[in-house]
C-alpha cells in the first residue's frame, strides 16, 4: 500500500504534464519579470449610487511572450507559493500611491486608490515600513489607500495586531470577495475594516437565486449595524444595479459601469470632469 502513491506519479497524463510544465515555466518568468518590474496596471473605478467616482482599484496585468496575457487568476496563486508575490506586492503599491497622488491632481481632491493584498505580503514583516514607505514616497497620505484582503490572508492570528497597526496609519481596510470564505462574520466583528466587497457570485445569483439575495441582504443589515461601507463587484446588469440599491449598498464596480482600463485613460476621464 506504501508503494501505490509512487506508481500512481508514473501514470503519464498529457495534460497534467503540459500544466505542470506551463507552471513551472510561468514561475521563473515571473521571478524575471518581478525584478525587471514587467508588470503593467489597469484601474477598475468604483461608483456611488448617483453614479458618481468613489476611487478605482488597480489590477495587474502580465505579458509574457511564450504565453501572450496571462490572468491573475493564474499566475497570482502561483507568485504566493513561489515568493515572487513580495515583489509583485511592492510594484503594485507604489503603482496604487502614484495613482492616488495623480488623481488627487487630475480632481482637485483626493479619491483612495485601492490595491490587493496577498496572505503572504502580510506576512512579511516589513510589510507596514512597506506601506507607509509607499505612501511617503509619493506624498499621500494612507487613507488615500484602499488595502483589500481576503479571507485567506486573515487566517494568522498574528494578523490582527498588523492591521491595528496599518489601521492606526490612516490605511483604509477593506474586506474582499466576502461571503466566499468560512468564518466571514467573525472577522466583521473583530477585525479593524471599513469597507466589505461582496463577492461577484452573490450578485450573479441574486436574481434567480432567493437564498443568495437573503445572504447579501442579511450581510449589508449587518454591515449598516457596525457602520461599514458596502461595495458590490461584479455588477454587470442594470437589473442587478437597481436590486443592489435598492437593497442600500453603498458602491458599485463591475462591467455595467468601467472596465478596468489603463490609468491613464481612467484619469483622462475625470480631467473631462467624470468625477462628479
Ligand atoms: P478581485 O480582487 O476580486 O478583482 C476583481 C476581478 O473581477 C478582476 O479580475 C476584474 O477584472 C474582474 N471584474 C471586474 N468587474 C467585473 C464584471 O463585471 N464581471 C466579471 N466577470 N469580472 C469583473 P482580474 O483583474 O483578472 O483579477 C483577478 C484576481 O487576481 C483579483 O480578484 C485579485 O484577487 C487578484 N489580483 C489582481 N491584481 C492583483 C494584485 O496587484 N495583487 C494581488 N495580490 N492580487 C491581485
Ligand atoms: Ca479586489
Ligand atoms: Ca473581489
Ligand atoms: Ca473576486
Redesign the pocket.
Known amino acids: 500500500a506504501k508503494d501505490s502513491g509512487k506508481n500512481c506519479l508514473r501514470i503519464f497524463d498529457p495534460a497534467i504534464e503540459e500544466g505542470a510544465v506551463r507552471r513551472v515555466k510561468l514561475q521563473s518568468l515571473l521571478r524575471v519579470d518581478a525584478e525587471r518590474n514587467a ?1 503593467t ?2 484601474a ?1 473605478p468604483k461608483f456611488d449610487r448617483a453614479g458618481r467616482h468613489t476611487s478605482a ?5 502580465w505579458n509574457t511572450r511564450e504565453f501572450g496575457a496571462v ?3 493564474e499566475f ?1 496563486p502561483i ?2 507559493q513561489s515568493g515572487t ?1 513580495e515583489l ?2 511592492r ?2 503599491l507604489h ?1 496604487a500611491a502614484h495613482l492616488a497622488k495623480q488623481v488627487q491632481e487630475v480632481v482637485g481632491r483626493p479619491l483612495p486608490i485601492a ?4 496572505p503572504r ?1 502580510l506576512r512579511f514583516s516589513g510589510f507596514e515600513r512597506l506601506a507607509v514607505h509607499a505612501c511617503e514616497r509619493m506624498g499621500v497620505h494612507p487613507s488615500q489607500l484602499e488595502l ?1 484582503l ?1 479571507e485567506s490572508a486573515l487566517a494568522s492570528d498574528a494578523v490582527l495586531p498588523l492591521l491595528q497597526r496599518l489601521r492606526q496609519q490612516g490605511f483604509s481596510l477593506s474586506l ?2 466576502f461571503g466566499t470564505g468560512y468564518s466571514s462574520l467573525s472577522h466583521l466583528l473583530h477585525l479593524p475594516f471599513q469597507k466589505v ?1 461582496i ?2 457570485a452573490f ?2 445569483d441574486m436574481q434567480d437565486n432567493p437564498r443568495a439575495r437573503a445572504v447579501i441582504r442579511g450581510t449589508l443589515q449587518i454591515c449598516r449595524d457596525l457602520g461599514l461601507t458596502t461595495v458590490a ?4 446588469t442594470e437589473a442587478q444595479f437597481q436590486l443592489l440599491s435598492e437593497l442600500g449598498v453603498d458602491e458599485f ?5 468601467a ?2 482600463m489603463p490609468p491613464e485613460q481612467w484619469l483622462a476621464l475625470l480631467a473631462k470632469g467624470g468625477a462628479d
Not at 490595491?115 to 496577498?118: A, E, I, K, P, T
Not at 463587484?233 to 454587470?236: D, F, K, Q
Not at 464596480?253 to 459601469?257: A, V
Open positions: 508588470f496596471f489597469v477598475q482599484e488597480v489590477l495587474v496585468r490572468s491573475p487568476a497570482i507568485a504566493e508575490i509583485l506586492g510594484h503594485a503603482m490595491v490587493n493584498l496577498s505580503q483589500e481576503t474582499d470577495d466587497k463577492d461577484r450578485v450573479m463587484e461584479g455588477v454587470e464596480q463591475g462591467y455595467l459601469f472596465r478596468p
